[in-house]
């Protein structure tokens, strides 16, 4: 037997209304659509997100860049016609622009977002062009209404799509990033050249060093020994004391001291004239040294000839004292005429001239053998004071015969 099944009407009733009501939906959303499509845009919106700081881009470049240079009229232009996709392509094409966004709100107001490129460096090719360069290794031209300083770059070569030049890049952008981190660094460096063989050297901004650093291997080591250098090296001792800080040995600060010599222009010769320049130096020392040494065996010679005269001339003076007593008539009156001119009677005993310090020991050796022929001399030298004090010595003499006899006044 065959089962009869019985149709529901209740169901067929919820599909129809179900038919219904979708359909309904899809034709209210497309007659709104199109209705909407027909309208056109009320007005235009650009928001540039870091503008505050970085000034590459403005609004009104954004706005030639979409609607002007492309001929696009906004006031009657339907929403329908308007790429908003192409819009997008068209902003993120210029080298400025990180990123962008642009769409219509309900309001019919199109909006456009704009991300500006923030440089890490500034490069001076070989072939004289300059550019900039961002943390994605892209390349910015300069701009003709803002200049933005940052880390400077020298002597950078071509820059192509190649796998060497993005190598280059990516070093260029791990050092500029690692210099602007550090405030000290970010202070101190103010150039980065890249020599022949694509290493690189830092100029600094204190010092008239340069700086070695080769790659970018051990970065952070480099700048952290370089750091310590200069705070225990050149703190001390000067910071024009060196012309080269080597890192790019490991653990090391290789510093070459500066010379004061500077090569001639001719390469072929440097070394030659370099050589010869402190030979020269040295030879002018030595000279100097060996004058010193001899003014000074010439003042010990004289200071040596000047003692010995004086020790002469103690030795001497024992002698000609008692030829001077001799000569006194009585001890009293020796007495009393020392305690009128105490200083009179020695002063030319004392003071030899020149003429006996260069001869002074066979003069005075040959006098003191014939004391008696001193006799006239003694009484030269005392004739002065024999005259003050002649009354006295004749009242005071004794009778005994004296052992040297003068002559009277008047002879």
Same mark, same amino acid.
């Given at each position: ?11 067929i ?5 179900t038919?219904?009501?979708? *359909?309904?939906c $899809? ?18 919106? $650009? %928001? ?10 403005d ?18 232009? *339907? ?5 908003? %996709? ?10 400025w622009?990180?990123d962008?966004? $642009?769409?219509v ?19 001076? *090719? ?10 994605t290794?892209?390349?910015m ?9 940052t880390?400077?770059?020298?002597n $950078?070569?071509?820059l ?7 190598a280059m ?11 602007r ?15 022949s063989? /694509?290493?690189f050297?830092?100029l600094?901004?204190l /010092? ?22 200069? *705070?225990n090296v050149?703190n001390?001792? /000067?910071?024009?004391?060196y ?65 010995a ?7 001497d ?12 008539p ?64 004749q ?5 005994g ?10 002879h």
């Open positions: 037997m065959k089962l009869k099944r019985k149709i529901s009407i209740r169901k009733l919820q599909v129809f209304l038919i219904v009501v979708t *359909t309904g $899809v034709v209210a959303m497309v007659s709104a659509s199109r209705i909407e499509e027909a309208h056109t845009v009320k007005s235009v919106a $650009v %928001h540039i997100k870091n503008a505050k700081k970085y000034h590459f881009i609004q009104k470049e954004v706005m030639d860049l979409v609607i002007n240079n492309r001929n696009v009229d906004i006031a009657h232009t *339907t929403l329908a016609k308007l790429d908003i %996709h192409s819009m997008e392509q068209v902003l993120k094409a210029d080298p622009v990180a962008a966004q $642009v769409y709100d309900n309001e019919r107001i199109l909006h456009m977002y704009v991300t500006q490129r923030v440089p890490v460096a500034r490069l001076f *090719t070989q072939d004289g062009n300059s550019c900039y360069i961002d943390k290794l892209s390349l031209p300069l701009s003709a209404s803002y200049t933005y300083y880390t400077v770059v020298t $950078v070569p071509a192509n799509n190649d796998s060497a030049s993005w890049r990516a070093q260029i952008v791990s050092l500029a990033q690692a210099i981190a550090d405030s000290f660094w970010s202070a101190q460096v103010s150039q980065v050249a890249i020599d063989v /694509g290493k050297e830092l600094p901004v /010092g008239d060093h340069r700086i070695l650093f080769g790659d970018t291997s051990r970065m952070h080591d480099k700048f952290s020994s370089l750091f310590t250098f200069y *705070t050149l001390r001792i /000067g910071w024009d004391k012309e080269i800080l080597d890192l790019r040995f490991k653990g090391q600060v290789v510093a070459s001291p500066s010379l004061p010599y500077k090569g001639p222009v001719d390469k072929a010769v440097v070394t030659m004239n370099w050589i010869s320049s402190i030979e020269e130096t040295e030879a002018r020392k030595d000279t100097k040294d060996s004058l010193e040494q001899a003014e000074f065996k010439i003042q010990q010679a004289l200071l040596e000839r000047e003692r005269a004086k020790r002469v001339h103690r030795r003076d024992p002698v000609q004292k008692p030829v001077a007593a001799a000569a006194m009585a001890p009293a009156a020796a007495a009393k005429k020392a305690k009128a001119a105490p200083k009179a009677a020695p002063k030319p005993v004392a003071k030899p001239t020149a003429k006996l310090k260069a001869k002074p020991v066979v003069k005075l050796k040959a006098k003191a053998a014939k004391p008696a022929k001193k006799a006239p001399v003694v009484k030269a030298k005392l004739k002065a004071n024999d005259k003050k004090n002649n009354s006295n010595k009242k005071k003499q004794t009778p015969k004296p052992k040297y006899e003068y002559p009277a006044k008047g």
